[in-house]
Structure formats: C-alpha cells, structure tokens
C-alpha cells in the first residue's frame, strides 16, 4: 500500500444536481490521437464527466479502470485484455445493459502528449480532455491546489451524471484527498434511469 497523507480539500461551491453543465472546447484525446471538440458535441445521454488528477497519478488510472472494469460507457467496444474483450467480460457480469450506453468522458490537466500513451497502456477507449489551464475544473467548481506545487491546481476528483441536455442528474465531488466515489451508487443512478 502507497503511504500518503490524506489531505482535507475544504468545502467547494460547486455545479450540482439540477443545474445545466457548462460547455467547453477543448483536445479530446483518445488511445489515437486527439481533436479539438466541444462537450457538447462529445457527450451522449447519459454522459458520466469525471474530473481525474495528472495522468501517471495513480487515481487517475484507478477511477477509470474501476468504471471500465464495471461495464460504465464500454458500449460496443472491443478492447483486448489478455484476449477476452472487457465488454464480453461485463456482458458475462451481467452489468451490460444502460451502464453500457453511458457515455465517459473525463477531464484532466495533462496535455494529449502525455494522456494518448496513459489511456494505450491501460486499454481505455474512454476520451479525455486536456485542460492545462484547469479552467473546465474552475468553471464546475472542483479546482484542487496542488501542495508543494506552487501555481498548479487540478481538479479535485468528481463524476457527474447528465442527461443529454447536459442537466447534472447526479453529483459526487471529493472533499479530501485521495478520495473515491461511491461506485455502486453510480451504478444505480445509470441503471435507474
């Protein structure tokens, strides 16, 4: 196990349920490659947002895994992983079902240099936007100052789920650091839809 500190985030004012999330445009990145897009254009009914630390970070790579590993936005894909694709595999737990229509998208401070390679090495079609300047994170109100990292913030973790209106019908935000959401209950929040 990792030793680190676990650190209060504060409270925070941020989007929450019922209000409209805001549009952004920026470098959507995939395993492929990434293009400029805007959120609006890139998102699905529903779409799960989350906002992750730096790629490498080891939530990062945690929080989408765990939603891949769950059938969350695997649709039809055809990711390999050790011949068996994730989706037969979800499909086999009897989770591939609205969990699987979701659309993931998340949004990061690292630049698609360094996104593109994180999301090949660990088989996630998911897209992710490349926000350096952290102002998608601003704008939700989930900006994270980095300790020891004078002038860097991130965002703090989060998931959102909106309908394809881009209303928030569902909103976890972290108040410390490291801190996970409730998996379960954003699986019951897709399967209720």
């Known amino acids: 196990m990792v030793d680190f500190d676990v650190v209060d985030l504060g409270p925070t004012d941020h989007v929450s349920v019922g209000e409209t999330a ?3 445009t920026r470098p959507l990145v995939t395993d492929e490659g990434w293009e400029d ?6 998102a699905g009914s529903p779409t799960v947002l989350v906002f992750t630390t730096m790629a490498g970070a080891f ?3 945690y ?3 765990e939603l891949w590993d769950r059938g969350i936005g695997v649709g039809e894909s055809t990711a390999i992983d050790d011949g068996a694709t994730r989706t037969e595999s979800a499909a086999d737990s009897g989770t591939l079902t609205a969990l699987a229509d979701a659309t993931v998208l998340a949004v990061s401070i690292s630049s698609p240099y360094e996104l593109a390679p994180f999301l090949r090495e660990h088989d996630l079609p998911y897209g992710v936007f490349s926000d350096p300047s952290n102002a998608v994170a ?5 900006v994270h100052d980095l300790d020891g990292m004078t002038g860097v ?7 959102f789920v909106l ?7 569902y909103a976890w935000v972290a108040t410390e650091w490291p801190d ?8 019951a929040v897709l399967d209720d839809r």
């Not at 913030?153 to 998931?159: L, M, N, Q, S």
């Not at 309908?163 to 019908?169: L, S």
Request: hydrophobic fraction near 35%; charged fraction near 35%.
């Open 22 to 24: 805001s549009d952004f």
């Open 37 to 42: 897009r805007s959120f609006a254009d890139a």
């Open 59 to 61: 939530l990062a790579e």
């Open 63 to 65: 929080t989408l895994t």
């Open 138 to 142: 601003e704008s939700y109100g989930v």
């Open 153 to 159: 913030a991130e965002p703090r973790p989060a998931i």
């Open 163 to 169: 309908d394809g209106d881009r209303t928030i019908e």
């Open 180 to 187: 996970f959401p409730d998996y379960d209950e954003l699986e």
